[in-house]
Structures are given as C-alpha cells and as structure tokens.
C-alpha cells in the first residue's frame, strides 16, 4: 500500500515522532488511507489502522501473523523468546495458548479475580480529577500493576495487599520493562540489514550493553 516519502538510505525514519507516534499515525492514516506503509531502513511496516483490518490481521489471518521477530531485550527477558508472545505460530504456540485459556482466562478464573481487578480500576479512576492532565501511560500502568498484585496477594487499594516496599519495586520493574521492550538499539540498528528495528537470532548474554541500558535485564527476568 502507498504512504508517506521518506530521505534516501534513512527513509521515513527520522519523521517519526517519538513522544506522540499513536497521533501521528493516526493522522498519516487520514491522510493516505487506513492501511499504509511506512518506510524503514531495509524493511517497509505496515500500519493498520481501521477496526475491519485490524479483525483480518488479529482473528481472521492469525495464523500469518501470529510469527513476528524479537527484540534483543525481549529474547532476554522470555529466557529465548519462550513465550506466548513470542513463540512462532506451530504446535508449541497453539499448546501455551490452549493453556493460558484454560487456566488463566478461563470463566471459574475470571469470576474469582473480578472483584480485585475491579477494585484496582475503580482506585485507578477516583484518582484522575476532571480538568486535569492525566498521563495515561501512568495511570493505566498502576492499574495493571495493582490488579496483578492484587491477583497473587488477594488484597484491595494500592499495591494489591502486597508490602509497600514491593509493591514498589514490582511497579518500577515493570515500568522500565515496559519501556526497554519499546526502545530501539539504534547502534546496533547500523549493523542490522533485515529489520527496522534492532532484532537479533543470537543475543548476547544480559552483560553485554552496545548502548548501555540493559544492565538490569537479569534482576527483572
């Protein structure tokens, strides 16, 4: 599908905007259309934004997208991307699905957790004040984080019952998580000439740190 022009050699990539990417995507959508490529540097992305694509993408042809590469830190964190996110689609991966259904998503398992995963929400809304600026990554971080403390602890309120100084430590781990799956290695990128962003089939042990920013990745695995 068309889309945006980039600079020769370095694409589209230096337009991409890092702090508000969700509305510029949105707006390049309104712009070309709601199936769009983007440019990278040795690999063109494609960006579905209409709830019909996304259906065709997510159910309708899972079994072709289910199989996507892994970040280096990724790998590091799922022990060699041993994981339902991660797993190319095969037998292993419709194995770990069929489990995950069956034991965590499951009715019985949802009707026991939905009073402390609603309260965690419920905590989580009281907090946001009409009129003011809300960061939504923050807010909908604390969220997850209280509900699956509250899950293995089996309290309410902030922190899920768990020890404060836990609770605490769970959320940053998770924050920085979060954030070092979303980063790209873009020393290592120079190097790369298969995808846009940095993937490795062999990483290196969690020592190894070509920028500097995975030296905690063994304490939050």
């Known amino acids: 599908p ?49 709830p019909d694509l996304a259906k065709e993408v997510l159910r309708v042809n899972e079994s072709i997208f289910s199989t996507r590469p892994i970040p280096i830190v990724g790998r590091i964190l799922t022990y060699g991307g041993i994981g339902l996110a991660n797993l190319p689609y095969g037998p292993d991966w419709a194995g770990l699905r069929k489990v995950m259904f069956r034991e965590d998503l499951s009715s019985g398992a949802l009707d026991t957790c939905h009073a402390l995963g609603r309260g965690a929400v419920e905590a989580g809304v009281r907090e946001i004040r009409v009129g003011e600026a809300t960061g939504v990554f923050d807010a909908a971080m604390k969220v997850v984080v209280d509900s699956t403390l509250a899950m293995f602890w089996g309290g309410g309120g902030e922190g899920g019952g768990a020890p404060p100084n836990f609770a605490a430590e769970y959320r940053e781990a998770t924050r920085e998580m979060t954030e070092l799956l979303g980063r790209a290695n873009v020393r290592r990128s120079k190097q790369s000439s298969k995808f846009f962003l940095v993937y490795n089939s062999n990483p290196s042990p969690v020592s190894f740190s070509p920028n500097g920013y995975f030296p905690n990745l063994s304490t939050h695995r």
């Not at 510029?24 to 769009?36: D, F, G, K, R, V």
């Open 2 to 50: 068309p889309g945006p022009r980039g600079l020769p050699v370095v694409r589209y990539l230096p337009f991409l905007r890092r702090n508000d990417l969700h509305r510029q995507l949105t707006s390049l959508a309104e712009t070309h259309c709601p199936i769009y490529t983007i440019q990278g540097l040795n690999r063109s992305l494609v960006v579905v934004s209409s």
